[in-house]
């Protein structure tokens, strides 16, 4: 039994590679350098206060109540002091410089791809056998049965079945597209015909749609959605060079600005 097991920066290297994590790490590192850059280009600080309040919050998500805790929760991760305010600068950075480039376009965007953050409230069940699944369409729209009852004999999943086959809001994206152009064609409260995927055969019903409106979740899901394509396409832009000494590659910033 091994009693004491020495952790090298190199064996750390070595298990990143085995797990095949290194083009995750990777590209998490470029993408910290370009944002810094840019970041610099674009004349954009961070503040002391900044940092204390991204801090304050970051505890408060972490559930950190003491300084004793927030100590122990960075020995876990293994950052110092330094490395965390490094990492809170570079998240509120990333967010500044994404307000920086497209805090002026969201609203554009949005009404140019509203049909994108539609929602729809809805039920499903998916069954294999399409005989069986027109005839409980019949049955419930004869009113033979409920889709409750077709929900609780039909569904093998636990918590599912026990919701009647409710999924929620379900966004549009989400949804196979041959069951969004269903769903979203329908006249809620509706119960729809069987539809047909590669996943089987499905029984839903619409019970509403919402129309998206331009609030604060929907401002700040397409500023992040912007901000990841511009953020993949400097990436893409990047020259990197495999090497055979420890440091994984040598990286050329190619990207245009």
């Known amino acids: 039994m091994l009693e004491n097991i020495t952790i090298t920066e190199e064996e750390i290297l070595k ?10 790490i990777i590209e998490g ?69 994404a307000n920086h480039l497209f805090a002026d376009k969201i609203e554009a965007y949005f009404y140019q791809n509203q ?20 005839e409980l369409y019949y049955a419930i729209d004869e009113q033979e049965m ?29 949804l196979k597209p041959e069951i969004s152009a269903a ?3 329908a006249n809620p409260p509706q119960f729809l015909k069987p539809i047909m995927t590669s996943q089987g055969v499905h029984l839903v019903f619409v019970e509403e749609i919402i129309q998206p409106e331009l609030d604060e979740n ?14 993949k396409e400097k990436f893409q832009q990047v020259d990197m060079t495999a090497s055979a000494s420890p440091v994984p590659v040598v990286i050329s910033k190619a990207y245009n600005s």
Not at 61 to 74: C, D, F, I
Not at 115 to 134: C, R
Not at 218 to 231: H, K, V
Request: hydrophobic share 40%; charged share 30%.
């Open 29 to 97: 590192i470029i993408n910290r350098q370009i944002i810094a850059e840019e970041g610099n280009r674009a004349g954009i600080t961070v503040e002391t206060e900044e940092l204390q309040q991204a801090a304050d919050q970051f505890r408060l998500v972490k559930n950190l109540q003491s300084a004793e805790e927030t100590h122990k929760w960075l020995e876990k991760n293994q950052l110092s002091v330094d490395d965390f305010e490094e990492m809170l600068y570079y998240s509120i950075l990333s967010g500044k410089l």
């Open 183 to 185: 769903v979203f064609a």
């Open 115 to 134: 049909l994108n953050y539609a929602e729809v409230v809805m039920y499903e069940v998916v069954l294999d056998d399409q005989d069986l699944a027109m």
């Open 218 to 231: 929907i401002n700040y899901q397409i500023l992040s959605d912007l901000f990841s394509e511009w953020l």
């Open 146 to 174: 409920s889709f409750w009852d077709v929900a609780h004999q039909y569904i093998q999943d636990t918590e599912l079945r026990r919701k009647g086959g409710y999924l929620g809001r379900v966004k549009r994206q989400e």
């Open 15 to 24: 298990q990143a590679k085995f797990s095949g994590k290194m083009p995750e």
